[in-house]
């Protein structure tokens, strides 16, 4: 059996499109290996949001050609593939800067890998075309012990591409328009998770929340439509989704966060910047006061929420007052966890051509602010779980012997002595501890519930 070996970059979407690849070469006889050495077919799965994330995929190809070179001697083939957005973007670029690499597929083309494969062995290949067929009808479902050895929590895409033209942003250049897929078919791989033992589906789409996939009856469903649907499949026990914009809360979204009982209490809900100059360079189409609004709405139905999101700091143009202005919201709102990121120019976007770019070191010194104050909000957050008893899905072992891992429904990790026969239960835990990534807990068995 030949093996391969996928990294991926970037977001949660690109785990997801590995899995697709992994299950797709499959059905070619490959197996997937964790070690790049003993590979026949090395992916890369790339991410070209930020200059940073791009760039590493040159240096990794660097090391995946001496691997190649030294295979080669061994007598042992290797063949190397970028996949993802910097595919997208770079195309042939690739196979100029690194003569190594036999393919460079783009995010809605890799149902055509193993053609390509084949192909390629004539001449290097290049396929960053956006198709018209959809490369979902073409992917076929992994094996349910392959699906089992994936653990209890699963990602799903239901909508990919954006259509919202952030003036930062890549997305709708690498990954395309914005497609929802039809809720049959959303349904179909929820039930198939299920069977395997998911408890968790995190719903993923670069701008998820503006879900409008065609229902079984023809009308175009909403996210809000979709969760309530998926609460219904049996064996599924917790919804998420992932990532969002602030405009495309609907009344019947923020009502499933009220109403729903499987659809966690923690949102993802970048916002970027506090400023509404920013804002509005940014294209985003809100503003901070309107964000802090949206916030109280969401949180009104549902108080119990933690809060998440994304922030960039020195976008063009962006003042110690607009930067202030950010301060000010992250103060205000409160956040459980967050991203934040330096601004980095990315070819072909609008932002990259404004004329004010912010100096490294004025980026360097507010990012290194803003993430002080985010991660003394993170740890009161984390504190103040301490004493309080959580539901737990139990994920995989623990760091130590004897030790499980899971999730709180707030999306923090929790360690606590149990024993891994118990993987995929949800169980109840009291938070004795609070450490820098994880909380640490005591199984509350049913008959202590009294006492807890
Ligand atoms: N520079 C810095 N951060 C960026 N992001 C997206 N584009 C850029 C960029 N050009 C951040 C945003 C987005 C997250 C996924 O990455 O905060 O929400
Ligand atoms: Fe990176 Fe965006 Fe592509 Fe995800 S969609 S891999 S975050 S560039």
Not at 345 to 374: C, D, F, I, W, Y
Not at 387 to 408: C, F, N
């Amino acid at each position: 059996m030949k093996k391969v070996f996928v990294k991926s970059y970037g977001c949660q979407m690109n785990v997801y499109d590995a899995e697709r690849m992994a299950d797709m070469l499959a059905t070619e006889g490959y197996s997937e290996t964790k070690a790049m050495e003993e590979a026949d077919l090395v992916i890369l799965n790339t991410c070209h949001i930020r200059e940073k994330a791009a760039e590493k995929v040159y240096s990794e190809l660097g090391r995946v050609r001496e691997l190649k070179q030294e295979r080669e001697a061994a007598g042992q083939e290797t063949r190397i593939v970028v996949a993802g957005c910097v595919a997208q973007a770079e195309g042939k670029e690739i196979l100029r800067r690194q003569p190594a690499v036999d393919v460079v597929v783009g995010p809605q083309n890799y149902h055509r890998l193993p053609d390509l494969l084949k192909k390629s062995r004539s001449e290097r290949l290049v396929d960053t075309e956006f198709p018209i067929e959809d490369k979902f009808d073409h992917l076929p479902a992994p094996s349910k012990a392959k699906t089992i050895s994936r653990g209890v929590s699963a990602f799903l895409t239901i909508q990919e591409g954006c259509d919202k033209f952030c003036t930062f942003c890549v997305v709708p250049y690498t990954r395309g328009a914005e497609v929802s897929r039809p809720v049959a078919r959303i349904l179909d791989e929820a039930m198939r998770l299920a069977d395997a033992g998911v408890r968790e589906l995190t719903l993923i789409g670069q701008n998820v929340n503006a879900y409008h996939g065609e229902g079984p009856d023809g009308s175009v469903w909403s996210l809000g439509r979709l969760l309530r649907r998926l609460a219904e499949v049996p064996g599924i026990a917790r919804l998420r989704y992932t990532t969002s914009h602030p405009r495309d809360m609907d009344e019947e979204l923020i009502a499933a966060h009220g109403d729903l009982p499987a659809l966690m209490p923690y949102l993802h809900l970048p916002v970027q910047s506090g400023s509404d100059r920013i804002l509005d360079a940014m294209n985003r189409k809100h503003t901070g006061d309107e964000y802090r609004r949206l916030i109280e709405r969401i949180r009104k139905v549902q108080p119990d929420l933690a809060l998440s999101s994304d922030f960039i700091v020195g976008f063009p143009g962006e003042t110690d007052q607009d930067f202030e202005d950010t301060m000010r919201l992250v103060a205000d709102i409160g956040f459980a966890s967050s991203f934040s990121f330096k601004y980095s120019p990315r070819p072909g976007t609008p932002a990259a051509e404004m004329g004010e770019q912010v100096a490294e070191a004025v980026k360097a010194e507010r990012l290194s602010r803003l993430q002080n104050l985010l991660e003394t909000q993170r740890q009161a957050f984390n504190h103040g779980t301490v004493g309080q008893t959580l539901d737990v899905l139990l994920e995989k072992p623990g760091r130590h012997p004897g030790q499980i891992a899971g999730k709180s429904p707030y999306l923090q990790a929790v360690q606590f002595e149990s024993d891994v026969h118990r993987i995929g239960e949800i169980v109840t835990v009291r938070i004795v501890r609070a450490g820098s990534n994880s909380l640490f807990g005591e199984w509350v068995k049913p008959g202590d519930r009294a006492a807890a």
